[in-house]
């Protein structure tokens, strides 16, 4: 009876060497991988349907690129704001990372769960919001390096390239995030630094 029980635990998990496998895909782990993880602070969101629904992801097949839309504000800000969802219940809103004006990373969402932030694409995404100073949407240097240094490794960690990265715009036609919306040369200028980062990784 114990063994059956067991077999039913793990059926939706294998362990191997290199990470579990979570619906089907495995996240790489291991020290090739956290050589490179960047410098966060974990304050993972409280589960409720409004912004942690702790729902599974499938594998994970592009990172998106958002900005928050909300100058002036840290990364703790914008994580409070999704924290506060369960109780004012005013959208279903979120994000897997948040990267702030000082370069710091904030990771709201683990990895193999759904965040709220690119609507179709929620289930095989991980998202990262940036946030920026001004109303142009433009990062400054501290957000744009770690941008860089977390998406690089985000793509070391689920075998992409920097030609997986994606704006929530590709998805939607939203304008976000805004300043590589409106300076497409900005984005492909972007990718390539991540790509090269990468480069450094592997």
């Not at 895909?25 to 969101?45: F, H, I, K, T």
């Not at 942690?52 to 928050?68: A, D, F, K, L, Q």
């Not at 990267?99 to 991980?126: F, H, K, M």
């Amino acid at each position: 009876m114990i063994l059956i029980l067991l077999a039913v635990v793990l059926g939706g998990m294998k362990l191997t060497g290199a990470g579990p496998i979570f619906n089907g895909y495995r996240e790489l782990e291991g020290e090739a991988v956290d050589a490179y993880r960047p410098d966060m602070e974990v304050e993972l969101l409280t589960p409720n349907p409004y912004s942690r629904p702790e729902t599974g992801t499938s594998r994970i097949r592009n990172i998106v690129i958002h900005y928050t839309a909300n100058p002036g504000a840290t990364a703790q800000q914008n994580r409070d704001y999704f924290e506060g969802l369960k109780d004012t219940h005013l959208t279903q809103a979120s994000s897997h990372f948040i990267v702030g004006l000082e370069g710091e990373i904030v990771q709201c969402i683990p990895t193999w769960e759904v965040a709220y932030a690119s609507n179709s694409r929620n289930g095989d995404t991980v998202s990262i919001e940036c946030c920026h100073p001004d109303e142009t949407g433009a990062f400054n240097q501290a957000t744009y390096d770690s941008m860089v240094e977390l998406s690089a490794w985000l793509c070391l960690k689920f075998g992409l390239t920097e030609n997986d990265l994606i704006r929530h715009y590709d998805i939607t036609g939203k304008i976000c995030p805004k300043y590589f919306v409106d300076y497409p040369e900005k984005w492909d200028e972007f990718c390539g630094d991540v790509g090269k980062m990468l480069e450094k990784m592997q």
